[in-house]
């Protein structure tokens, strides 16, 4: 049969929640770096080949 958890109390709550959004904020961060490296690079690639450079 199935025993219901004890409660967790506020600190320790507050201080597992504040670890996640650290770990999800640090996932943002690295995967918007990794995207702006990306976009940049094909900007890069299509100034090269059409032989213009944007405004």
């Known amino acids: 049969?199935?025993?219901?958890?004890?409660?967790?109390?506020?600190?320790?709550?507050?201080?597992?929640?504040?670890?996640w959004k650290k770990k999800a904020f640090k996932k943002a961060?690295?995967?918007?770096?990794?995207?702006k490296s990306n976009l940049s690079q094909?900007?890069?690639l299509?100034?090269?080949n059409n032989g213009f450079l944007p405004a």
Do not use: E, G, Q, T
């Open 1 to 19: 049969m199935a025993v219901p958890k004890k409660k967790v109390s506020k600190m320790k709550r507050n201080i597992h929640r504040s670890l």
């Open 29 to 35: 961060k690295k995967f918007l770096s990794i995207a």
């Open 42 to 44: 094909k900007l890069d």
């Open 46 to 48: 299509r100034v090269k």
